[in-house]
């Protein structure tokens, strides 16, 4: 029986050398939530078991019962019925069969049912679900709404939304696109106001929503009338009932299994999440995991891409022989393998810097609760805030760019065929497309990125890669990265000392891909001084 986890020699491997020790204690309270909650674990080894258990269990469920149902759940789309939007049938077939295995609540507290999950291991869920059905990672990928509701919003609203959130009775949607206002959320003009009573309410629209008909909607508001700034909008939970119009869903290219909302507001209720006047920060906080999100959807889409070239090459005559067996299609197989490699890799490390970030923040407001020092912590949680700040752009921008290519190569192996409905790769083409558009297109997250390349964020990080021991026949590829490092830096040292920001601006692409390729080149290395298989992705 396939399994998309074990049967994924690169995926296990990326898990067996997760570093996690420190993230799980912090996030398991130091073990002692076993005491009290059934799901919890009572140390890392233990953890780590229970992701890997569930890891098996999705990797079967995606391969066994939800990848045979994708072309049927692209083919029926969503429906809009009286104001109300019908799922494929698939698409619920497959919801129930998620929330039964309690994988609904993966990165939620253990209190409202959760299974508290690092969000490395919830991008790795990502990756298996998108790989199956990429439109259906965008209802169990809005996992960051039920989070972003449980960081910052008082207890009594968690408690209301999250308990049929975890069970899968609520799905979520983040909602921020307006007519007029795409990345540029200064120009938000949705209005939340408060009435007599002091509930909250919204008016305005929204559109281009994901998953707009969910039943918790996290929307970002302007709550400070007679502003046109950043510091006017809120962030708020809303119920998604008949106050809150579906007036149309999108017709779209791909993920037809997802419906794309435009949505009416009217005097809708709503409760505030986190501090007033603080919706940007708070946002920040959730598209950082959205970006990384983003990038497992796409990689999950990219492996799918490439099983099906390579399948389709060992069975496609042309010239009375296999084309698995042509040159030029071998090559661009390599290449396809090389680069998603390449690109879990970076995925899975970049994860590591956000699940430190999170739970070192937490474990700063812990000690300051108890009076205890907590500079030192307080220095590293800085340190990897920045570096997550980098990383979530720059890993969105290559995973999902490069996605779209592999998928491009993938449907070029398969030639006029690919260019047919029945295919499989007909769909993951429409589908990777919109990874390099929404949460930020490229260019955003290429803008978003440089700051912290030009800092040279990662300085000390690539510095201790740079600096490790590495086997003999690993100093040619030792060489190359050192060689585009130096390249990088004196490139670097160019557009500082120009001073233009508009010269910034048209090198961020060329720094961003170098300092990427710098990053990730290590990484491999990294691995492949302990792992043979390795040493074949380095040379390419």
Known sequence: MPNFFNENKDLVHQFNQLELEEVVEI??????????????????????????????????LTAN??????????????????????YAKGTQEALEQLSQAGFMGAILPHEYG?????????????????RADASLMTLFGYQD?????????????????????VQGEYTGSMVMTEPGAGSDLQAIKLKAYQDEEGQWKLNGEKQFISNGCGQVLLVLARSEPNTKNLFGLSLFACLGNETVKVNRIEKKMGLNGSPTCALYFEDSPC?????????????????????????????????AAYQEALKYAKIREQFGKLIYSIPTVSNLLIEMRVT????????????????????????????????EDYKSEKIRFDKAAKI??????????????????????????????????????????????????????????????????????????????????YKDELKPAWDSIVELRNIFNQCRTLVIEKNDSTFQELAAPDLVDMYGAIYTGFLVLKE?????????IVER
């Open 145 to 165: 709404v039920g989070e972003a509701i449980s960081k910052f919003a008082p207890k009594d609203v968690s408690d209301k939304f999250l308990p049929k959130y």
């Open 114 to 130: 959760g299974l508290n999950f690092p969000a490395t291991i919830y991008f790795m869920m990502i990756e298996l679900v998108s």
């Open 388 to 469: 997550v700040d980098m990383l979530s752009p720059m890993v969105k921008y290559i995973v999902t760019e490069d996605s779209n290519k592999i998928c491009y190569q993938s449907q070029q192996v398969h030639g006029g065929m690919g260019y047919m409905k029945e295919m499989e790769i007909e769909r993951l083409v429409r589908d990777v497309r919109i990874t390099t558009i929404y949460e930020g297109t490229s260019q955003i997250q290429i803008l978003a990125a440089v700051k912290g390349v030009l800092a040279d964020v990662l300085a000390g990080v690539i510095d201790d890669l740079q600096g490790a021991s």
């Open 528 to 536: 492949a001084n302990k792992v043979p298989r390795k040493r074949k």
């Open 65 to 86: 019962f939800i990848a045979p149902r994708a072309q049927q759940v692209d083919h029926e789309g969503t429906h809009l019925s009286n104001g109300s939007v019908d």
């Open 271 to 303: 409760f505030l999440v986190g501090k007033r006047r603080h919706g940007l920060i708070h946002v920040l906080y959730i598209l950082n995991h959205a970006r990384f999100s983003v990038a497992a959807q796409a990689l999950g889409i990219a492996e």
């Open 27 to 60: 996030l398991e309270a130091e073990y002692s939530l076993a005491d009290e909650f059934e799901t919890a674990p009572r140390s890392y080894s233990e953890a780590k078991e229970n992701y890997r258990n569930a890891l098996e269990i999705l990797g079967e």
């Open 340 to 371: 998603i490699e390449c690109n879990r890799s970076l995925l899975y490390a970049s994860g590591h810097w956000l699940d430190l970030r999170n739970k070192l923040e937490e474990k700063v407001d812990h000690l300051k609760a108890k009076g």
